[in-house]
Nanobody
Framework: QVQLVESGGGLVQAGGSLRLSCTAS????????MGWFRQAPGKERQFVAA????????LYADSVKGRFTVSRDNVKNTVYLQMDSLKPEDTAVYYC?????????????????WGQGTQVTVSS
């Protein structure tokens, strides 16, 4: 069992930056591929970014490519999402998730464990 806790959300103006963290307990994160998803009110959960177990491969949604960066520190059992040049349309609850697949996956049903989410609000 893996427990995931996100932090780092908040209110920021358009063009600003935030860094989200996702810390795991219960098991080491190094055996899991990790993903970030987001969900805005009234919308479906949306893939944002993913990183493989070693951190050598990453994948991004087109909407965040070039603005967001996913990384991980397996020693600290933590995954990060650096968000730059934020836009109002990035406003959502952001979730991290852990997948047992030995490859990067972008569909939410491929993830086994989820955090509780952290709110990101970008004002115009």
């Amino acid at each position: 069992q893996v427990q995931l806790v996100e932090s780092g959300g908040g209110l920021v103006q358009a063009g600003g930056s935030l860094r989200l963290s996702c810390t795991a307990s219960g098991r080491t994160l190094s055996t899991y591929g990790m993903g970030w998803f987001r969900q805005a009110p009234g919308k479906e959960r949306q893939f944002v970014a993913a990183i493989n177990q070693s951190g050598g491969n990453t994948l991004y949604a087109d909407s965040v490519k070039g603005r967001f960066t996913v990384s991980r520190d397996n020693v600290k059992n933590t995954v990060y999402l650096q968000m730059d040049s934020l836009k109002p349309e990035d406003t959502a609850v952001y979730y991290c998730a852990a997948s047992s697949w030995n490859r990067i996956v972008r569909t939410h049903w491929d993830y086994d464990y989820w955090g509780q989410g952290t709110q990101v609000t970008v004002s115009s």
